[in-house]
T-cell receptor, first 113, second 115 residues
Framework: EAGVTQSPTHLIKTRGQQATLRCSPI?????VYWYQQALGLGLQFLLW???????NRGNFPPRFSGRQFPNYSSELNVNALELEDSALYLC????????????FGQGTRLTVV | AQKITQTQPGMFVQEKEAVTLDCTYD???????LFWYKQPSSGEMIFLIY??????QNATEGRYSLNFQKARKSANLVISASQLGDSAMYFC????????????FGKGTTLSVSS
């Protein structure tokens, strides 16, 4: 069974550009979570999607947005990139309603120059 | 106030010894879940163990066990017989079911295992 997959693995963008990160959950999982992990820091919650809807949002500016598609895959968009957005972006998925055993993808390393 | 507190920035242990990584949590929910993850230098987050707030028995998964003390709001991870491959960052996390939150993570503890 395939795990959570994220693409791309690495992404380099210049300040002011937009970045799009993608996540495919484990088959059967309907909830997708996005986290930002800046260098040396813990995971900061970004967004939670379930059944195509945004369920919760972390304390991030509106230029961080996303969506979940009918097949439960998800996209994270970061507009007007700033240097501080450089981080590892992790996606996790779980079965809706349980929250048990949220599995993570390998992450996308975003570098803003 | 922090929801998840991991007070040990770094821990050092010899191979084959047991080690306890501390985690305390803060919630007013009656229903919540507690998680531990391992993050090696490669960056992936590896799920280790889960404890539900209504579970009476401490969770165990192989060499990992979770010492759950509900009254003290404590969920320490115990790794028995440490191995060199256990060297990594370890994160404690909580999900509040009633509040409908996503996983909330602590700042992590770096574990170094030496031979």
């Amino acid at each position: 069974e395939a795990g959570v997959t994220q693409s791309p693995t690495h992404l380099i963008k210049t300040r002011g550009q937009q970045a799009t990160l993608r996540c495919s959950p484990i088959s059967g999982h309907t909830s997708v979570y996005w986290y930002q992990q800046a260098l040396g820091l813990g995971l900061q919650f970004l967004l939670w999607y379930d059944e195509g809807e945004e369920r919760n949002r972390g304390n991030f500016p509106p230029r961080f947005s996303g969506r979940q598609f009918p097949n439960y895959s998800s996209e994270l968009n970061v507009n007007a990139l700033e240097l501080e957005d450089s981080a590892l972006y992790l996606c996790a998925s779980s079965l809706a309603g349980t929250g048990i055993e949220a599995f993570f993808g390998q992450g996308t390393r975003l570098t803003v120059v | 106030a922090q929801k998840i507190t991991q007070t040990q920035p770094g821990m050092f242990v010899q191979e084959k010894e047991a080690v306890t990584l501390d985690c305390t949590y803060d919630t007013s929910d009656q229903s919540y879940g507690l998680f531990w993850y391992k993050q090696p230098s490669s960056g992936e987050m590896i799920f280790l163990i889960y404890q539900g707030s209504y579970d009476e028995q401490n969770a165990t998964e192989g060499r990992y066990s979770l010492n759950f003390q509900k009254a003290r709001k404590s969920a320490n991870l115990v790794i028995s017989a440490s191995q060199l491959g256990d060297s990594a960052m370890y994160f404690c996390a909580m999900r509040e079911v009633q509040a409908g939150t996503a996983l909330i993570f602590g700042k992590g503890t770096t574990l170094s295992v030496s031979s």
